[in-house]
T-cell receptor, first 114, second 112 residues
Framework: NAGVTQTPKFQVLKTGQSMTLQCAQD?????MYWYRQDPGMGLRLIYYSASEGTTDKGEVPNGYNVSRLNKREFSLRLESAAPSQTSVYFC?????????????FGDGTRLSIL | DQQVKQNSPSLSVQEGRISILNCDYT??????FLWYKKYPAEGPTFLIS?????DKNEDGRFTVFLNKSAKHLSLHIVPSQPGDSAVYFC???????????FGQGTRLTINP
């Protein structure tokens, strides 16, 4: 019963490098989300995908791109990493819109940009 | 503009006593509220939720209260146990919306 799986768990990048964070869920959820967590700021939504084939910007989308590869997988790409993107990144999934269902989170990817 | 605020960064409670975590919101369109618990190096785990049509929801030791007129919700943990030591986030969602808005979190420490 894996739930939401994120890879990698840790990564160190140099400024300007690119990277893709992977996320997969096995709960047959329609909606998936990417958040970042920074000290004192809670979780902020980067991008989300309400259903397969759709993606929308969240609160802090600049510097990121996403791909909803299929119903299970939702990836987050940093094209040119910057030190300000040092953070912990969480992927989440939930049932479809209109139903009061919680989001379920993965254990995060800790990303450091030097 | 912080729409969901947890004004206490930390809270320390003695084991066996009641823990009360507070959360304020500004958007009157929010209609679904959740509490998440987070241990270090893990993702947030859903704890309990409440719809705006209710003012109380209970699940074992955890009770969430919603005061819509004050735009305030609280989480009560009774009795508090050492395993409750974690960071607690409140979150809110607007009617028909997809996105959750999170507060900054409160670190709860339960002392033996």
């Amino acid at each position: 019963n894996a739930g939401v799986t994120q890879t990698p768990k840790f990564q160190v990048l140099k400024t300007g490098q690119s990277m893709t964070l992977q996320c997969a869920q096995d709960m047959n959820h329609n909606s998936m989300y990417w958040y970042r967590q920074d000290p004192g700021m809670g979780l902020r939504l980067i991008y989300y995908s309400a259903s397969e084939g759709t993606t929308d910007k969240g609160e802090v989308p600049n510097g990121y791109n996403v791909s909803r590869l299929n119903k299970r997988e939702f990836s987050l790409r940093l094209e040119s990493a910057a030190p300000s993107q040092t953070s912990v990144y969480f992927c989440a999934s939930s049932e479809m819109r209109g139903i009061n269902q919680p989001q379920h989170f993965g254990d995060g990817t800790r990303l450091s940009i030097l | 503009d912080q729409q969901v605020k947890q004004n206490s960064p930390s809270l320390s409670v003695q084991e066996g006593r009641i823990s009360i975590l507070n959360c304020d919101y500004t958007n009157s369109m929010f209609d679904y509220f959740l509490w998440y618990k987070k241990y270090p190096a893990e993702g947030p785990t859903f704890l309990i939720s409440i719809s705006s049509i209710k003012d109380k929801n209970e699940d074992g030791r955890f009770t969430v209260f919603l005061n819509k007129s004050a735009k305030h919700l609280s989480l009560h943990i009774v009795p508090s146990q050492p395993g409750d030591s974690a960071v607690y986030f409140c979150a809110a969602r607007g009617q028909g919306a997809q996105k959750l808005v999170f507060g900054q979190g409160t670190r709860l420490t339960i002392n033996p």
